[in-house]
């Protein structure tokens, strides 16, 4: 398989529960990147992974705990999520520099009830 | 000022026509400028990159860039059905940790 594979495509999750996404790229990058999208709403950067280090943490509530065991994978942990929280979660990696652009994944369709 | 802005549109243009996007950018250090498509439902793609002043054309996709002007446009010539999209505008922010986007441009091409 090749590019970035998000897992699963469509979520739907309670208030109380904890779930995680899954992010995994097959290009060789060693970046990589949680982005939200909300209706009607500018992408949103929330976290940043260059060469398995999070260098950016942009003022994200703590009910989202990323986690990137090498570089290869990246995880997104929910819990206690809020409705307003229910959005398009995309993945991207990219080669080191984002001078060079970024692959997305496909995202993952989050709806928390 | 936003760091990155475009016209939300939505823009409408007939089958056949060129389309015209737009977007202006804050950071006068910026070195490289990304046109990425969306599909409703879908996740962004690749669509153009460009680095100096001047046009860079692909296909029916042509990039244009004034870096004193501080603005890049997309023209998109032959305009089909299937370009209609959201096109996302997007620069490396100053610490060029990660990519700053515009809130995009939803174009609806008309059969």
């Known amino acids: 398989e090749t590019g970035v594979t998000q897992t699963p495509r469509h979520l739907v999750m309670g208030m109380t529960n904890k779930k995680s996404l899954k992010c995994e790229q097959h290009?060789?990058?060693?970046?990589m990147y949680w982005y939200k999208q909300s209706a009607k709403k500018p992408l949103e950067l929330m976290f940043v992974?260059?060469?398995?280090?999070?260098?950016e943490n942009n003022s994200v509530p703590s009910r989202f705990s990323p986690e990137c065991p090498n570089s290869s994978h990246l995880f997104l942990h929910l819990h206690t999520l809020q409705p307003e929280d229910s959005a398009l979660y995309l993945c991207a990696s990219s080669r080191g520099s984002p001078n060079y652009g970024y692959t997305f994944g496909s995202g993952t369709r989050l709806t928390v009830v | 000022q936003k760091e990155v802005e475009q016209n939300s549109g939505p823009l409408s243009v007939p089958e056949g026509a060129i389309a015209s996007l737009n977007c202006t950018y804050s950071?006068?250090?910026?070195?490289?400028f990304f046109w990425y498509r969306q599909y409703s439902g879908k996740s962004p793609e690749l669509i153009m990159s460009?680095?100096?002043?001047g046009d860079k054309e692909d296909g029916r996709f042509t990039a244009q860039l004034n870096k004193a002007s501080q603005y890049v446009s997309l023209l998109i010539r032959d305009s089909q059905p299937s370009d209609s999209a959201t096109y996302l505008c997007a620069v490396p922010s100053g610490s060029a940790r990660q990519l700053t986007f515009g809130s995009g441009t939803q174009l609806t091409v008309l059969p």
């Open positions: 460009i680095y100096s002043n």
């Open positions: 992974y260059s060469l398995e280090e999070r260098v």
């Open positions: 950071d006068r250090g910026s070195q490289s």
């Open positions: 290009l060789g990058h060693n970046a």
